[in-house]
């Protein structure tokens, strides 16, 4: 993997770069849709390649290898191969899920045992077994077994849980340094900051992270219960300690404003289940706010669902339409908010690159911020 | 509406025909996918167009004049407009699902009285307002409203119900003469021939209806838990009367086998939720056969899904991924079973009338019929 910073705002730390992988380039800032189970939901890949323009998807760790399971994913060839989608893609430690979706959960040293919320069959996840895993899976990008922590853990959790994900780290940087991918391309690691809500840890983090030189680096742990400006205090504890020159990912974040704050802070790379899951909920993401489409209001609204939108099916469909979908629960719906959504979210992040270019990243974040938040 | 009858099989009574509406042009014999709510269900509006290559679609009275209703339908400039398919459409009369889904229902020589499914409303429907409701869902052919008669009815229930169903007939022709449509163009009207599994009540309907000189002609009743013979008997006896110059369309059947003996027999349209439905439960049509997408067989099976189909996601997604996408519930594998299922059946019409056209209908028939119903 290599990365090239191309611009850097000279307003900000707002950066514009190119990523390049053995499955293709990603222009930063980059939004990443989420493919959870190898699939990006209600969305077809030719949809996600070309009406959408997603550059990189990611995949979950915990539920590929639940199902289909490994043997699957290798008889495949890896991922890419079975999912028919051959851009990048990224896939995540499978801690996070191990500790809101698994049953039973138990924290080792060793690492995370844990109980399948499908089946409940008994398995644990180690710093080594997720770097074969993820080698498996064949993610251009793979990240680092770490303990998420909660948003509002206190200090003494939050240090001791730090200290973990440090162990955790070096034997993971160990197990993928004496491996490789088993399909010929090349996979690149990212650690993942931790340390919750508390500057000094953040900063420790940050700073062992840095010395690790990995190809990418990752901030986790935010967006998970603390306020907004704790988030945004705690990016910018970060990207002051993390190398200028790799890509700064910014995991599981977040609405279209929690994003242009955090390129505005020099990250990178974004994804969040919140563009597909809230279009499932009825919740569209526009440049003029955000709509609520089972509202009555639509109901006769005969106009294009977003006539600024990017996607085929803003202007195809009705609100009138759409709406009325919603309503009746046809799956068409959920197709047509996430196509919608998605396409938003990388109309938005390409609208940011090319402001950071222009060298009037800030001003028009601040004049499109208002707009996006808004309820419509 | 203008039927043009292009070709009959020397061997069997198949023909091949041109049907042209104000929305376009029919080649016959054609599979008409069903959009029940005014979408069909988990396809999108271009798909349907450009991959399945649908000619015309189905939309449900009953549904239609439920949720959006006939304000919205008729503020949107009716249902083309409303869902943005731009090609014919045909709608039922709503008897079926009053029958089949409406509670409380209640049948007298007026209409029929019922509750809504969705919210226990109360509702009549009647020959004249069923036109008037067709009209204004604006439809490129309406069906007459009927009693759809059980398919294990006595014979005196299904002479008394046949007699109530002409009566009816007259009624709706009535009214459709004194109405015309609301958005400028054409729409025909369909009588529909009943009377269950008895020659003798299907002859006398046929006899009736083809004095009507309407613009086509419909069989219902069938598919309705007769035995399969007795389907094909019927058909035989009603299109011995039906007129030649007039397309003939069979209700809600069928599997491909179904489709290509009622070809054979001179049915000239055909429509089904089979290929819909069943594809979300996991079954694919194929040309080699029916396959269940949930066995445990197709889980390392990395073909195409069928590399003989003609949509897209044929060739592009293999049949294990296509296995693991229902194994876990992804709404993708309903898209990717509703297209398949509906290019599959539009081809197999295409095909026929191909072979129509070659003069070998029979003979091919022949050769492809076992492989069709085949359980691979």
Same mark, same amino acid.
């Given at each position: 993997?290599?990365?090239?910073?191309?611009?850097?705002?000279?307003?900000?730390?707002?950066?514009?770069?190119?990523?390049?992988?053995?499955?293709?380039?990603?222009?930063?800032?980059?939004?990443?849709?989420?493919?959870?189970?190898?699939?990006?939901?209600?969305?077809?890949?030719?949809?996600?390649?070309?009406?959408?323009?997603?550059?990189?998807?990611?995949?979950?760790?915990?539920?590929?290898?639940?199902?289909?399971?490994?043997?699957?994913?290798?008889?495949?060839?890896?991922?890419?191969?079975?999912?028919?989608?051959?851009?990048?893609?990224?896939?995540?430690?499978?801690?996070?899920?191990?500790?809101?979706?698994?049953?039973?959960?138990?924290?080792?040293?060793?690492?995370?045992?844990?109980?399948?919320?499908?089946?409940?069959?008994?398995?644990?996840?180690?710093?080594?077994?997720?770097?074969?895993?993820?080698?498996?899976?064949?993610?251009?990008?793979?990240?680092?077994?770490?303990?998420?922590?909660?948003?509002?853990?206190?200090?003494?959790?939050?240090?001791?849980?730090?200290?973990?994900?440090?162990?955790?780290? /070096?034997?993971?940087? %160990?197990? !993928?340094?004496? @491996?490789?991918?088993?399909?010929? +391309?090349?996979?690149? $690691? &990212?650690?993942?900051?931790?340390?919750?809500?508390?500057?000094?840890?953040?900063?420790?983090?940050?700073?062992?992270?840095?010395?690790?030189?990995?190809?990418?680096?990752?901030?986790?742990?935010?967006?998970?219960?603390?306020?907004?400006?704790?988030?945004?205090?705690?990016?910018?504890?970060?990207?002051?300690?993390?190398?200028?020159?790799?890509?700064?990912?910014?995991?599981?974040?977040?609405?279209?404003?929690?994003?242009?704050?955090?390129?505005?802070?020099?990250?990178?790379?974004?994804?969040?289940?919140?563009?597909?899951?809230?279009?499932?909920?009825?919740?569209?993401?526009?440049?003029?706010?955000?709509?609520?489409?089972?509202?009555?209001?639509?109901?006769?609204?005969?106009?294009?669902? /977003?006539?600024?939108? %990017?996607? !085929?099916?803003? @202007?195809?469909?009705?609100?009138? +339409?759409?709406?009325? $979908? &919603?309503?009746?629960?046809?799956?068409?719906?959920?197709?047509?908010?996430?196509?919608?959504?998605?396409?938003?979210?990388?109309?938005?992040?390409?609208?940011?690159?090319?402001?950071?270019?222009?060298?009037?990243?800030?001003?028009?974040?601040?004049?499109?911020?208002?707009?996006?938040?808004?309820?419509?």
């Amino acid at each position: 993997m290599k990365f090239e910073l191309q611009y850097n705002d000279s307003q900000s730390n707002a950066r514009a770069g190119l990523i390049t992988t053995d499955h293709g380039q990603i222009e930063t800032p980059i939004f990443m849709p989420v493919g959870t189970q190898g699939a990006v939901k209600a969305v077809h890949m030719p949809e996600l390649e070309k009406d959408i323009q997603a550059q990189i998807i990611l995949g979950n760790t915990y539920h590929l290898y639940l199902r289909p399971g490994l043997d699957i994913l290798r008889q495949a060839g890896g991922l890419h191969k079975f999912n028919s989608w051959n851009k990048p893609i990224l896939t995540d430690s499978g801690g996070f899920q191990v500790f809101s979706l698994a049953h039973n959960r138990k924290l080792t040293e060793e690492g995370a045992i844990f109980r399948s919320h499908v089946d409940g069959s008994k398995h644990i996840f180690t710093p080594e077994n997720v770097m074969d895993i993820e080698r498996t899976i064949g993610a251009d990008i793979m990240m680092a077994f770490d303990e998420c922590t909660p948003g509002d853990a206190e200090y003494s959790y939050a240090k001791k849980s730090l200290d973990l994900t440090e162990r955790w780290l /070096d034997r993971c940087i %160990t197990r !993928f340094n004496e @491996t490789e991918c088993e399909y010929g +391309y090349k996979q690149a $690691l &990212f650690p993942i900051v931790q340390g919750c809500v508390y500057p000094d840890l953040r900063k420790r983090a940050a700073e062992n992270i840095a010395s690790k030189e990995a190809e990418g680096n990752a901030i986790g742990g935010l967006a998970v219960g603390e306020p907004t400006e704790k988030m945004y205090e705690m990016i910018e504890v970060v990207n002051e300690i993390l190398p200028k020159d790799k890509p700064r990912y910014l995991m599981g974040v977040g609405t279209p404003a929690n994003i242009l704050e955090a390129i505005e802070r020099g990250v990178d790379m974004f994804d969040c289940i919140m563009p597909t899951r809230n279009g499932r909920n009825g919740q569209l993401f526009t440049r003029r706010g955000i709509l609520n489409m089972r509202n009555k209001k639509w109901a006769n609204d005969f106009n294009p669902i /977003d006539a600024e939108g %990017t996607s !085929f099916v803003d @202007t195809l469909y009705s609100k009138a +339409y759409l709406r009325h $979908l &919603f309503i009746v629960n046809e799956i068409l719906a959920l197709q047509i908010a996430s196509i919608h959504n998605l396409a938003f979210y990388l109309w938005l992040v390409k609208e940011a690159r090319k402001h950071i270019i222009a060298g009037d990243y800030s001003n028009w974040k601040r004049s499109i911020i208002d707009d996006v938040t808004r309820r419509l």
